[in-house]
């Protein structure tokens, strides 16, 4: 399985509403990874968790919060978030830091 | 920080023509380099990948890359292109941030259109 999945594919939200997206790997990858893409634009890093422990938070604000519950499953839980976070939320994964990155299809959220 | 440069925004070729894209990077240390692709409505996929060892570097669909150390370079080419090349291409490096954490810099990426 050479897969990064990620659901849901598409989210709408207010911007009251707490929602949370979620990424699955089975590669045995120890590294994962959220980005936001914006259109025509490159992904942008915003968090990295390495063996479980986050090591990298990309001066994220805090309406976003990643959570790593175990070495295959990464979340991002959302809360209060504004029009201008609208973008395609990716999820990669990687066997360490200095190895490719596997990216996941993305979930386009919306927030109106 | 590191950064990536890609000078191509947008590209259009007719099918069968050659393709070069240009990517520079600013760090001088050991870098790990990439060319990803994201096909329209697609998620990204490696293209290619430079670790050591010999500079030029052959990918999937017939791309290859050059690593030229000197220039701080690695760019993309492709002999003849073909229309369902027409994607975002890429170009990344992995190697140290602020600090000393590793993390992938991504260039601006070019949009290469080919006509058929």
């Known amino acids: 399985d050479t897969e990064v999945t990620q659901t849901p594919k598409h989210l709408v939200m207010g911007m009251t509403n707490k929602k949370s997206l979620k990424c699955e790997q089975h590669m045995g990858h120890r590294a994962m990874y959220w980005y936001k893409q914006k259109a025509k634009k490159p992904p942008e890093l915003m968090f990295v968790y390495s063996y479980e422990k986050l090591s990298i938070n990309e001066s994220v604000p805090s309406r976003f919060s990643p959570e790593c519950p175990n070495s295959s499953l990464l979340n991002l839980h959302l809360h209060a978030l504004q029009p201008e976070d609208s973008a395609l939320y990716l999820c990669a994964s990687s066997q360490d830091r200095f190895n490719e990155q596997f990216f996941g299809p993305g979930t386009r959220l919306t927030v109106l | 920080a590191q950064s990536v440069s890609q000078h191509n925004h947008h590209v259009i070729l007719s099918e069968a023509a050659s393709l070069e894209l240009g990517c520079n990077y600013s760090?001088?240390?050991?870098?790990?380099l990439f060319w990803y692709v994201q096909y329209p409505g697609q998620h990204l996929q490696l293209l290619l990948k430079y670790f050591s060892g010999d500079p030029l570097v052959k990918g999937i669909k017939g791309f290859e890359a050059e690593f030229i150390k000197s220039k701080f370079s690695f760019n993309l080419r492709k002999p003849s292109v073909q229309w369902s090349d027409t994607a975002e291409y890429f170009c990344a490096v992995n190697g140290p941030s602020s600090g000393s954490a590793r993390q992938l810099t991504f260039g601006s990426g070019t949009q290469l259109t080919v006509l058929p």
């Open positions: 760090y001088g240390g050991t870098v790990n």
